[in-house]
């Protein structure tokens, strides 16, 4: 009788893993076609708002201790069309910021990305300057205001997150390193620029 007791207490337990399995499995599978579902809006919204292909172009996106940066490149360099539109948009994008406009970011993400507000309101703390890099180009993002810090940063993680591009959540300490310096007069190509630091194509 004890041992009729232990079976189906065994057999009731057993049964009950397996419906939890077989219920968590849906859950799971709905939430990773949420998530592929989001990033392939993203990347279709991109597309249209940037003018050139998340596929054939990495992203990066950088913290920094006094701001940070938006860097784009072409994957192939012999690849002329991305590089031009690439540095067109990006020189349009800090234009765009310094004005406090960011619809264009709200347009990519369907919504309004986490720290934008406060950089529009505070747009005349901050300095954006665009700047031309081997096979594309980056946008700098400066301020000595605390609180634009903490926006900027706050936007770029986000960015990061949504892009999936596998860019450093903090302040990456080789960049802050060389937060000043300047690839303009150097020949070839510069060991601190944000191109040869990592990052993932936006796919």
Known sequence: MVKTKGYFALSLALTFMVL?????????????????????GVNARGDHAMGFSHEKTTHHFKLTTDGGAIEVVADDPKDAASLEQIRAHLSHIAKLFKEG????????????PPGASTMARLK???NYSFESVERGGRVRIVTANAEAIEAIHEFLRYQINDHQTGDPLEVDKQTAAHAGHSCAGMKGSCPFALANSGGKKLN
């Open 20 to 40: 939890i399995a077989n219920a968590q499995q849906p859950i799971d599978q709905h939430h990773n076609h949420q998530q592929d579902s989001r990033i392939g």
């Open 101 to 112: 406009d960011f619809s264009i970011p709200m347009f990519t993400h369907d919504e309004a």
């Open 124 to 126: 005349a703390d901050i």
